[in-house]
């Protein structure tokens, strides 16, 4: 069986679909956020006929990048209270369409994903990961791309070479030159996302970048040799881990449609 594994990043589609509904916090809002994920999911598994399917959440503990930069994440607007104290009521209503749900205490989404994206592509499957997230471009391949559920794109390599004109390798020294806002990862200051495609585009990875830095003219190279650690620090930042003992048997995940 060829297997074609749709992971969800699940939080990223339960805050999104939050946030758009109307009206002050509360159970009404709650209840109207859960039946619209729950119809984005089944919208999802119509679209992406996976074989397997799993509902990926974030641990509520901190993660090793809070370790290495206390400031990660900092400023994120917190999950309204009413909205994480219901959360079981998500993952019950996605195991009734036959969707499990998956987290660890203190792990990210994105490791967890990640993981699971290598260790699926490394036996010749295919995955979809259903994520708003740009850091996950970074995993896309011949076997892997991203889809932003919501626009209904799948984004592969030709998409990320004409948005951000450069290859999926290339991501994460990208962020780590730009910076990427929504987990206030700063990259370099002043470098944007067009001059960190251009110097890519130009040295190829960042560590040629860094090592050139000093012989590019004028401000931009003055910065980049200045803020050479805050890049490298943002690298490790973005970078996802896909190595992450798990500890999860993929026959658990089958989906065989709604029981």
Known sequence: MNIRLLLIDALNLIRRVYAAQPGDDGPGRVDDSLKTSLH?????LRECQPTHAICVFDGHEPSWR??????????RVPM?????????????????????????????????????????????????????????L?????????RDHFQRVDIDRTYIHEKLHVRPDQVVDLFALAGYATNNIPGVPAVGIKTAAKL?????????ILSVAHTIKGKLGETLYRHADKACLSRSLVRLKDTTELGLNLKSFRYTGEP
């Open 40 to 44: 984005s999911l089944q919208r999802a």
């Open 66 to 75: 809070h370790s290495l930069y206390p400031e990660y994440k900092a400023g």
């Open 80 to 136: 309204p209270e009413i909205l994480d104290s219901n959360m079981n009521r998500f993952k019950d209503a996605f195991l009734k369409i036959g969707v499990p749900s998956v987290y660890f205490p203190n792990l990210e989404a994105d490791d967890i994903i990640a993981t699971l994206t290598g260790k699926v592509a490394a036996r010749g499957g295919g995955v979809i990961i259903l994520s708003t997230d740009r850091l996950f």
């Open 138 to 146: 970074q995993l896309v391949s011949d076997l892997v791309v991203v």
């Open 200 to 208: 890519l585009g130009d040295l190829e990875t960042l560590d040629t």
